[in-house]
């Protein structure tokens, strides 16, 4: 009896391990028929892009320029675009190509216009002359030049004649105050770059809807740009002093979770208890 | 059969059985009794329902918004502060991957971020937590340990000196999700390690495997003052903690997962700090990435932080 049950388990083990083996086999082919198939068409999908790409090299380079000019056709800020042709202007040299780079996405600038104690200039201005010597006596006399090592003076940026409700460029090209990166670019073109770009400056409000950045005049004073040295805020408590705090109190022994509190009393109601 | 012998029930082992099982049974129900007289009402069926909370992967909707409700009834009777709680989703991971980018070179150390972040998380003013450490290093060098985490008795910026703020890293390959042995903490599809506070034991195993010492631990009730508790907080971020666990920075997940900029970088007055997201082309932190000299605190320990130092 014992050795007819064997051999039933046995030829039931052997078709159980048969049915297994083919199943496996089953899913492996399966699965290598499709890998093949995947790799057949990715490769189809390469010599495609190949050909494709050569083909557009073939091609004049004007109309890719044209063409990604239209993929990249945003609505830029007035500003912005201006940025955009003076950095043109200014990099001469370089290739259309790697300026077009330089546009990663239009941004706003918080107005700053109206936050100033002496704007519109020309309110004052209208009669008042400027003063021909360097040293500012009767107004504004609390500005502090210390820009550019002595190089500039106040008609540096600033117009003479009727423009004054503008800053001045090198060139005398009126300038908006809500705009006076452009004042900055002119020699710090590198950090405008930077700035244009988000690796300097500070971006506030959101990080993923309209880009807002602040201007240059928000955190550095364009008469005396270097930040000057600050204490800093409280040095955090080191473990020494907290041991040192803690060593002279008992210690605290406040509970976690509220039922464990619960169970702190039911303790204390027992002990409470046993003493009695 | 007949080799196994049944132990012969004394009468002293079947007593002994029999009254610690009635015991036991005796003090559950006292206990229980007990517990209901000290807490009475709400707050007795909120601290058992907490006791037997799930973990947050595993609620449901309405187990979940059921935790947020008491999260904030809890917080009402222990801070007497009307706070809420969300649990704003994660962005998907095609879209959304969070990283940051620090100039050093725009660092002066003033540790703004560190207290802003302090207001922003409720965390504990005594004794300190601080999520942010800002380490005052010696120029042309990489040496962490001999940096000084303590300065600030004269102005800052000093002469020959950097200073180089160090917090969660939020890592691809964290190392303390890898050691937490309750699954307490993990990586979110946008990025962020997070913790679940109710299922962290406090083990502080994460606290060592963590390479950047970007794990706090309470180790005692934080104190906050009733009028400072940040109100608007997450389940898996800036919520009230209790004493014995594990806490750090979430990259202020309630507040990034609403679009806004995490704490720390609006209170940076010198806009070292940059925050986006990894994968669109057209953000700065990508701009950063691909032009700019960057690098990553600990590389060889291929932990893949998402937070990279950059120099101008």
Redesign the interface.
């Known amino acids: 009896m014992r050795n007819s049950e064997k051999q039933t388990m046995a030829v039931i083990g052997a078709i159980l391990f048969l049915g297994l083996l083919m199943g496996v086999s089953l899913l492996l082919s399966q699965f290598v028929v499709a890998e093949a198939q995947e790799k057949e068409t990715s490769q189809i999908q390469t010599e495609d892009s190949a050909s494709s790409e050569q083909e557009e090299e073939d091609k004049e380079e004007e109309e890719d320029e044209e063409d990604e000019e239209e993929e990249e056709a945003v609505e830029l800020e007035p500003g912005f675009q201006k940025v955009v042709d003076e950095v043109r202007a200014f990099w001469k040299r370089e290739s259309e190509s790697e300026i077009e780079e330089l546009v990663i996405s239009p941004f706003r600038v918080p107005p700053r216009k109206e936050q100033y104690e002496y704007y519109p200039c020309m309110d004052c201005h209208e009669e008042q002359e400027v003063q021909p010597e360097r040293e500012l006596t009767e107004e504004h006399e609390d500005l502090v030049l210390d820009h550019g090592k002595q190089r500039f003076w106040c008609l540096t940026c600033h117009f003479a004649g009727k423009e004054k409700n503008y800053l001045r460029s090198l060139k005398e090209q009126k300038i908006d105050f809500n705009e006076s990166h452009l004042l900055c670019g002119q020699c710090h073109f590198e950090r405008q770059k930077d700035w244009l770009m988000g690796a300097h400056g500070k971006r506030v409000g959101s990080w993923s809807e309209e880009r807002t950045i602040l201007l240059c005049v928000e955190c550095h004073n364009p008469h005396s740009p270097a930040i000057k040295p600050q204490l800093p805020d409280p040095i955090p408590k080191g473990i020494r002093e907290i041991r040192m705090e803690r060593s002279n109190q008992p210690h605290k022994i406040e509970t976690k979770h509220e039922l464990i509190k619960v169970w702190d009393r039911i303790a204390l109601k027992y002990k409470n208890e046993r003493t009695k | 059969m007949t080799d196994k012998k049944a132990a012969p029930i004394s009468r002293r082992n079947f007593f002994k059985k029999a009254g610690t099982a009635g015991a036991a049974i005796a003090s559950g129900t006292?206990?229980l009794a007990?517990?209901s007289d000290?807490?009475e009402g709400e707050?007795y069926s909120?601290?058992?329902k907490?006791?037997f909370q799930k973990h947050y992967r595993d609620m449901s909707k309405d187990e979940v918004k059921a935790a947020l409700a008491r999260i904030e009834r809890?917080a009402k009777r222990k801070h007497g502060v009307d706070i809420t709680v969300e649990n704003t989703a994660p962005y998907a991971r095609e879209d959304t991957v969070f990283g940051y980018a620090l100039?050093i070179s725009?660092c002066?150390?003033?540790?703004?971020c560190?207290?802003a972040c302090v207001e922003e998380n409720n965390l504990s003013r005594d004794?300190?937590i601080?999520y942010i450490?800002?380490l005052e290093m010696e120029k042309g060098s990489m040496d962490l340990e001999k940096s000084n985490?303590?300065?600030?008795?004269?102005?800052?910026?000093?002469a020959g000196k950097f200073y180089l703020p160090v917090q969660c890293q939020h890592c691809e390959d964290p190392p303390c999700v890898k050691a937490c042995p309750t699954q307490a903490t993990w990586s979110e599809p946008d990025g962020i390690v997070v913790i679940d506070y109710n299922w962290c034991i406090g083990c502080h195993y994460c606290v060592i495997a963590c390479p950047y010492w970007a794990r706090h631990f309470n180790w005692?009730?934080p104190v906050i003052p009733k009028e400072e508790i940040n109100t608007e907080t997450h389940y898996l971020g800036n919520r009230p903690r209790?004493?014995?666990?594990m806490e750090k920075c979430t990259f202020c997940i309630q507040r990034?997962r609403k679009?806004?900029?995490p704490a720390c970088l609006?209170a940076?007055?010198?806009?070292a700090r940059?925050?986006?997201?990894l994968l669109d082309p057209?953000?700065?932190?990508r701009?950063?990435l691909e032009?700019?000299t960057v690098f990553r605190l600990k590389e060889e320990l291929n932990t893949e932080p998402k937070f990279w130092y950059?120099t101008?």
């Open positions: 006292t206990a007990v517990a000290v807490l707050a909120d601290a058992l907490e006791y809890k100039n725009k002066k150390g003033y540790r703004k560190v207290y004794p300190e601080h450490r800002v985490h303590y300065f600030g008795e004269d102005p800052v910026p000093k005692e009730e209790e004493r014995g666990v990034t679009g806004k900029m609006e940076c007055p010198t806009g940059v925050f986006g997201n057209k953000s700065e932190i701009y950063i032009n700019k950059y101008d």
